[in-house]
Structures are given as structure tokens and as C-alpha cells.
């Protein structure tokens, strides 16, 4: 009696009934701790066990093999060893059941047998329409049905946030942690290899799940960049995502590759991909378990004015400290508001943002103090430090806390200081739902984590549009000279080839002529207007001016035709086996108030092309300020790309200078990106220097491999 | 019996016998606290109790007056009202008693009246050799004489920590945190406003204090520079010393202004401070909390390469990423190591540093790679990570890794994640003096305080050395040039004048002669040799380039008469009250691979004169890459002042160019120190461009402000 409207996906994680295949009674041993999990969580659907060698475990029937289970059986959970599996997977196929957790480790991450026999695994579940969980996972837990389908030694408690992580480990970790601090969970789901049922449909379960409010993702590698993608983009319009990424470095990469087997893109890029998609990213475990406690408490916010409440004026300023540090506004408090706190406070208070309400503040002092400024509407949320002096009753403190901020919207985020002293405070916090953390600078932090949603949102909103009408790129023609260049056996495009793309698609490089002689040289200079720049063509050669390859601000004939010749003659020299095509002629750019900048198109191993922009010329290097977009971008996308860089604040009138033409900047990376996303094949383009002046921009030199 | 080879700062940290200057039984009270937490401690010296209104407390006899006192009383802690601290102190100072620790308020921090008042203590306590701590502190903590003279909630465990707060508040949110975490300290020390004894001498104490192993401060504002500096140098020679300061940006530093009433310098002053005096810096409470757990296990290292032991991956990652972005350089395994590891660990182990035990490990697996891991020599420090998997025996595990860890003595950190099923495991770290930290990344953290450590200490090597001896400075005609400029009642120096500044302590700007014709600038032109540059002098204009007062590249006479002409009717129509004094001419310098600098004096409100290093031309501004140091500088002060900028990758060979001279740079930072040091009306100094090349280094232009 299958039932037809419910998916393997419903099976997986909203199981109606469930079969532990590898059950035990042995305790410690996987199928008993992951038995007494179920049953402690009170899991509401049906459990059968199966297991050849038993026939009764604490007293419930033992099915000796998947074929013998009952009809309507929705979700197996797989002990078994690895070898054991596809024949597993094939025999819940045939007896109806529409998914699997697979916990089973001896897959991928063990090598080619692992591999194959993954594939076999895969090759089964294809065929018998079973979607798997795992291998290698730490199973899933759906709390509103009860349901515990891990090896965990911690029980979740009923919350509202859905966690979805490649580590087994790091579940454990957050449950235990959660246990103490009150934090619940809708959903925590172990990805495992990820096999079949990745990130991907985890999201997309997730941001539809009527019992889950926000998602936080711990990950080490992405093995589908678009699904994971658009599922992140979907769910991030309605619910926080919050994401953890291990791997930033090179260094730390290497271990999660060999953990997971995933792919490593560069972590930029990762960084501009969730900016996309409109989640948060955070970079500690400090600040995800923080992040949790405040998704948890249901706080949300739109603003970044924050105001700071305090009995000591040192953590105080640590926190506003921390706050600038993080692009938070202190809030300037109102007029009302600083006569309210005069009435209510001693004379020497701070006067000011951090209110310091100083160090022999009781309950009434904080309570006024707190409401002051909840009221105030320049201040979005409130930070509440309690250091326990002497005399500081520090939970009766909290009560008041709580009193003055019950009637109010406004997050409200407490950091009593201490140990001993506070711990019935943060106790009385946690259960009433307010987010405390143990240090200022965690509870900015956390504020952070709310109002940086808000503005993430905002991006959400963002839809490519079209390019300029008037211009529209030439596609064909510029494929036409990639697939001359691919049919040659070469990658590298020379700067003819390279000025015909960019001109297919309407970019503004500087015009180029090619000289075979000297006399060639002289003419086209003189019809280009001088001063001219000379640049040497040759295949052979993509780095001219370390051979002498390049003249700048050559004047007159003359200069012309002795550059010529010492050209050719030092780079004969110096690359004798190079095949030299001429020299190219080009004016010399000097526009006034000329900005040197950088564009270009690179290529991330998970996330394919991505736009990056920064200053230019022969400081790129030096300076590393530039930064990245996945394509396609749109005037707006365009906008923050810029303002992400240095190069922003020197686009601007800078010491005298008017502004460039940011317009015409905008509308170069707009094309860039229409090239990233139509010409597959270019790999990797590097427009340095591009040349943005207050009337327009003009490309120097370009780069285009393929 | 005065003991008259005891000093006031004996008294105050080590003293044999103790007034309480109204002591009270009124349980809450002030007096009651402070007597509580001196019994409660167990001092081992006399107790003496100060009250005209009580006869007996606590079964101890009461004194009306301090006049009243036995003699040879060393130590009074005064809680009275603020008004009578003054004539307390001349009666503490007639009876023989030589220090004073002030708990009362209401001094400087309330204004005008508190201020005299202040004026008046310190006067009666200069008179009668009365050192006082405080006012407005919360008292100090020895705990080897079992001294508690503070109204702190908690008592201090012992230990080998001296703590030095301006905050009170944060002294009791530390002790409260302490107390759980088994951290102790030899000493806690609230300076309160510091009035009188300060950071210096309290530094200067504990730097020699034999039951003080190192030294954390907590610093709001520096009242005496040189005194601060000099102690913590001398401290830092000996003892770690790590240093906490709020206020790091304009908002924070506005609240610890008021708060404290100390001056606030710029921040990255106050690091290069710092740095110099070779103490360490942590920027929020996670890390100062962390670093007092690692100082007080007593660890100290002198590498920074680091093996990271975990039985889950993620974790690994996240410690490993962290670490790079600290400064810590992942241990590469020596072969002998990971043959050790390839026989005790699964097959599957990460085959490298993070070494990823697997998620079923338990104490052998552990035992065998922290053992390992500390015996490789390429491995500085271990960091040991457990997630509470199913089957991990958290605190079995815990034990193996002790004993493993028994016979090195080089650093091991611990992070067992979670919350309920390590609380033992912790516990027993705690217990047993080995830190543990909550996250992976506080636990590199920590072991980042302690390698930064002896780094820091190679700084203090370091002692100024004479300028090349071939070329002293003519500090006697400087300083006529600037009293010239000061007796006109000028700041800003002309460009002639700057020239002559910096001529005489041998830096090299670039000639300069000042025409006041266009004939005179074309013969000087001339005689100078094209292409010139021409600067207008006025001493009214300091930004000329705004008003069309600098002309660069003037290839030839006709060139120069125009140039000449247009600029003077130029400045005259923009700026027509300037005083016009002429054209300035200099030669163009075009240096083949020159690179722009800027070399700059500033002047701190704390710490006097600071020398400015980074890169140069209009992009200073946009770029902000600058790193200052204290003067006086030495080779390897100024070497280490350029390392510390993106300039340093820009002087060495850069695309082709060979590198600048460096050694000239170096040069020129000890000229500019010796400026700063024998200049001290010289408030602020700009040289911006300095070309340097691989031929050496030119001023191209300066600011000199007296």
C-alpha cells in the first residue's frame, strides 16, 4: 500500500514509518545506540528491526530480511557494512521503500573499491527509485515527528532551526552544546558523502518545511555548484541561511579534500557565491554557535543602529570597538531619550552611547535604562553587559532586563560576565529565550549576524537585465575567432584575436594596427597621431615587455622607426626561436585624471567563471584589492561589485580630481560578464590596465586565454 | 617601629599589617565586604579596624580615629566619603603609614570640585610619603600573603598571573570566570584613576615581584607615556606580558574618555608601542580570557609550527584555517612520524597534519598520535581536538592524552567540543594545568599568544645605534631654521626651508633653487638641465597642485617662460591675498624603476613622536598602507617598521625590475628618527613622494610642520 504522493524525499525526512536494518542489542554497538535514539525521542511513526541473527530485540520482533517487512514501509536506515548495501538498496527498492539513510562508511572516501561499489549503490537506488542519504553519515533528526535516525549520543531539543553538515562529528558537537544552552532544532541532517540526496535537496526541503525558521549549513566542499546554488537562493528569500565553510586556505583545503573527496574552489569565490544567493556566512565555530542561539531566540532586525547598555565602562567600549569593526552604527540616542536616562540615572552615567550605567546599578537603573532605549527609534537593538561587582544582584538584574523588554520588537542581547556569579542569569536568559553570550564582543557579533540578513536580503531582489539594446554583442563572431584559435592547437590569443572579441562584444579596447616594417611602423603611426605606444606580436610571447617588447610615448617618425628596429633586433636576441609576426601600433592613452584599473573573467573549479575587479596596472599584484561576482551580473550587482574594492573610494573625486565615469565602468562589467556567460571556452581574461578617466574607459592590454 | 627600609609600594603590595579606614558590620556595606574578603582569605598579617561610630566588629576592637592605630601599621584601605580622603591621608602619613589603597569615589571623574580634591590628597600624601592606589579602584588582591583589599565578589584562587585593570569591573568579571576555569594569579591590581601610583610602577612591581610569572594588563588610556613604556620594557624582558585596550577607534575611544578621564592616542600608536616594549596585544575578552588560561599553565614556546590531532575533519580544517590566518605554520610530519602513525592509526587516517585520528577513535589512537605528533622536532606544539561522537570515551580520552603528553614539555592545547559530554574531560584539563578552550580556533589562538611570545622578545634586542658616523646631523642648524620660523609665528615651513631641515641631517631632497622671474627660471632651468619641474612658493598655499602650482616634465626654455607666466597668473586669480615669493625649479627625477614612498613624522597625543612608513603618491590615502614605530629606530627596528607594509613586496624585484635600495631606505627611516628625537618642535613631517630605485632613494617633496 505505497503511497504514490508521498517522494523519496518525504520518505527521507518525513518518515511515516522506518526499518533499522543492522539493529543490535549490543550496547555501544551501531544498531543499538541508534534503536535507543529512536525510541527515546519518541518517534511517532512505526519501527521494525531487521536482522538475521536475532529474532526479538527489547522484546520487539526481528525481520530477518528487508523482504520479509511489511507493506508500507517508507524509510530504511543501513548499519550494514559497505559491501552489503547495494543489495541492501535493491531490496528495499523491491519491497516498496522510498528512501535510505546510509550510514555505512567504505565508499568513495576509501578509494576505487569504495568507488565502484558506490556506484553500484547509486546504480540500484536509480533503478528502483530509492534516494539515499550517505553513505557515511550520522543520520538525520526531524524533531516534530520525534524522530532521532542517528548514532548521536545527544538528543535534540525541539526548536525551529534546520542544520544540514558534511561532518557527522560537528552534529554531535552542536547537540551536545545545544543541550545546555537551550537551543532547539527542527531538522539536523548529516550529508555524509552525499552520494545521492546532496545539499542541494536538502535546501530546497528545508526552505518549504513549515517547522523549520532558519537553516545553518556547515561545509567542506561542494560536488554541484548550481543546484547547491539556486536551492540557496530560494531558501534565502524566505529564511536565514547561515553558512560555515571550512577550507579558506590552501593549507586547510588539503585536509577537506581528503576528508570528503569534494572539490575546493577558491574560498573568494565561495564568499561571492553566498553573497549572491543572499546568505550569511560566518568564520568560527564561536560565531556559528552564537549565530544558532540568536536564529533560535526568533530575533530578526532591519537596522544596524545598536545601542549598548552597560555597569562598566571597559567592556562597554570594548563592545562599541567590536561593533565599529564589524560595520555597526552605535546608535546616536535622541534627545527624549538622553533626558529619560538623566532622570533616571545618576549624574556621572556616560551621557552618551555606550550607556554606562554605572558600577552600583541595580535592577531599577538597568530597567530604565533598557526601556529608554528600546524606545528610542534610532536605536534598532539593545546590548545589555552586567560585569557582577560586589554589590550587583546580578539575576535579579536580568529579571528586570526581561521586563523592560517584553513589550518591545527590537532584539534585545544580553552578555553577563563571569561564571559563577552569572550562571543562574544566563540560565534565566536561556529559557526565556533571550540570546546571551559570554563576552561583548560575541554579543555584537551576533547582532551582526541578524542585521547582516536584512541587507543580504536586499541583494535577493536582484535579476539580471538585458544589455544596453543599442549595443547588442556580437556572439557568433567572436566564437568564430575562439574555435580558429582552439582549431590551431593554441590557448593563448594574440592581440588581434584579442581586440576582436572584445569588440565583438562592444568593449572599448584601444585601437591596434600591425606593422611588418619600419616603414609600415612610421605610416600608421602617423595616421594613428602620436605619441603612439609599439608592442611586439609574436605567439610565442605573452610577457612583451620582459624581452623588450613594449615602447611607450614614442613622439615622432624617428622615434618610430629606430624602435622598430631595436625591438625586433632585441627580442631576435633575446627569443630567437619566437616566431615574430610585426609590431602593433596603438595611441598612446593619457586621458586626464586617468584611474588605472583591472577587469577580468577567471575560472573557479566548482563554481565556473566569475568577474573580478580592482585596481590595475603593475600594483594588482602587490596590492591584491580585487574582488569577485558570479555572472551574470546587473547594474546593481555591477554597483556592489565596485564598492566592494579600494578602487571605489579612487573612483571618486579623489584630491582634486572629478569622479571617473562609474557609469562607464558599470557598463564594461556588464559586458564582461555577458562574455563570462556566452563564450564557455574563454577560460581566463585579464583586462589590465583598463583606463577609467571622467570621460570613459578605454582597455590598454588584454589577455584572453581559451 | 616604622621599618624604614620598606618602601610606599612595599606597603601597598606586600604588607605585613592592615587598617580598614571604615570597616562596617552592615552586611552589603563597603567596610563589611572588604573585612570579609580579608578574613575570608586568610591573611596572615594584623587587621586593623577604623570606625568613630562602632566600638567592636565581628568580635575585633574598632578604633575612633587612624590616629588612634598602633604603630607600625604599613597599609590603609580607605572607603570613606571622597571629601574626607585628604585629611585621612596626612593622619595615615602622621601615624607612620606609608601606603593607601583609596577605594572612595568621586574624584577627577566627576568634574572640577573632584579634581581639587584630588589635588589636595596628592599634595598631603607627597608631603607625608603616603603612596596611594586608586581612588576609585576596587582594591588589590596578593594572594601568596593571603591579602584580599578589595570589595570583589570572589576571591582569587592562587596562581602566577599578575593582573593590572583600570577597569574594576572586568578584575571581578575575571575572578568570577577564573574561579570555574582554575585559573589563578599572584596578584590583581585595580588602578582606578591612578592618581598616583600608575601602570609604571605597578608594572615595575610585579616585573620583579617573585611570585609573579607574567603580566596581563588592561589598559583604558596611558596618563604618563614614558614611565608606562620604560616599565614594560623592562617587564617584558623577563615575563610575558600581555596587554587588553578598549577604545581601538574614535567611537569606543569617546566612552573610555569619559569613563577615565585619560588621553587617548591613536591606536596604531599604541600597538607600535607595543610591539617595541615587546609585550603582546589581544583585541577582545575571548582571547584575554584564553591567554590567562595558557599563562597560567605556565607553557611557553619559541616556534610557532603546529600539529593539529582531531577524530573529526571539519574541526581540523577550521583550527588549520585559522592557524594561517595567524601567523602558524602547520608542522609538516617527519617521515619517522607518519610511519609511527601509519602503524597505529586505520588505514585511513588524513596522511598528514591535521592528523584526523577517525571518528571511532578512542584513548590508544590518541595516546599514539599526540605521542607522536610531540615527539617530531619539526613540531612545536600539539593541539588536540575531540568531537563527542556516539562511542568516544570523552574523558578516557582525555586521560590518554595526558599521559601521552606527560614526558614533553612542549605545549599541548586542548578543545574537546560540546558541552555536557566533556564537562568532566575539561574539569579534569583544568585540573591538571593544561588549557582548554571551547573552539579550535581559541585554541590556535592561544597557542598564538604564546609564539607570539618569543618573537616579541627578539624585539627587545634591540637598542638604538648611532647614525653613520661619516655624516652626523647639523641638529644646531635645524633648529635655527625652525626658532626662525617659530619667531615669525609661522607652522607650515616653506619649501626652501624644509630643504634646509632636512640637508642638514643628511636626507636627500632633491635641489631646489627659487626663481623669481621667468628669465631667472629659465636660467636656472638651464643650468639644472631639462626636464625640469616647477613648484610655486607662497607661504599661504600648501596644497599647490589644487591651484595649478606644479608643472612637471618642462622639457625646454619656451617651456619654462610659458610655464612661469600661467602659473603665477593662475595662483594670483585663484588665490589672490597668497603671497607670492617666486617659482621654485627642480630637476625631474625619472628614475628607471623607481618606486614611490612615503616616510612621515607624526605626532601622538600619548607617546610623543612617531615615525610613518608605506607606500607613496596620491594612492596613500586611497590605500592607507602606513605602519608606524616609536623612535628612536635602529637597523632592525626600521628593517622590521618596512616589513610590516604591502611597500616591503613593492622594493623587491617586481616584474622585472630589480630590487630598490633598500639599504638607503633603511638610511633614510634612521635620519628621519634622529629628526624626531633631536627635533621636538618639529610636530609633524611629510616626505611623499620618495623615489626609491635600485640606485637609491630622493625626497621629491615635503611637509614640515613646527
Redo the contacts between chains.
Sequence with gaps: MTDQTRSGIDALFRPRSVALVGASERP?A?GA?VLGNLLDAGYRGDVHLVNPRHREIRGRPVHATVGQLPEGVELAIVMTPAATVPELITACGERGIRGAIVMSAGFR??GAAGAALECSMLEQASRHGVRIVGPNCLGVIRTDIGFNGT????QALPGRIGVI??????C??I???A???AVGFSSMISTGIGADVDFGEMIDFLATDAATDSIML?V?GIHRAQPFLSALRAAARTKPVVVMK????A??????Q???GALVGSDNVFDAALRRAGALRVM???NF?STAAILSSGMRSTGRRLAIVT????????A??????RGIR?AELAPATRRQLDAALP??W???N?V?VL?DAGPPRYAAAVTACLADPGVDAVVVIL??????PAEAVARAVLDAAAGSSKPLLTCW??????ASSRALFRTRGVPTL?????AVDAFAAIGTHGEAQSQLLQVPEPLAPECPPDVAMARRVIEQVLGEGRSVLTLLESNAVLTAFGLPIVPSLLARTAAEAVTIARDTGFPVVMKILSPDITHK??VGGVRLGLADALQVETAFREMTSSVAAQMPAARLEGVVIQPMVRRAHGRELMVGILHDEVFGPVVSFGLGG??V???G?SAVALPPLNTRLAQDLVART?AA??LAP???APAADLAAVERLLLRVSAMACELPSLREMDLNPVIASPDGVTIVDARLVV
Design positions: 555501544g551501531l545506540v572516501e576509501i548514532f548521536s549520543a545527544a553538515s558534511q561532518s557527522g562529528a560537528l554531535t558537537a547537540l551536545d552544546w543541550s545546555v544552552n556547515y567542506e571550512a577550507g579558506r586556505h593549507e586547510g583545503s588539503r585536509a577537506a581528503s576528508h570528503t568560527d565555530f564561536a554557535f555597569n562598566a565602562g571597559g567592556p562597554g567600549v570594548m562599541a570597538d567590536h561593533a565599529v569593526d552605535l549624574a556621572h556616560s551621557h552618551g555606550p554606562d558600577g560585569t557582577p561587582q560586589a554589590m550587583t560576565m563571569g561564571e559563577v556569579a552569572v559570554r563576552t561583548p564582543e560575541a615587455s620582459d603593475t600594483l599584484e602587490l596590492l584589492d579600494r573610494r579612487w579623489f584630491r582634486g
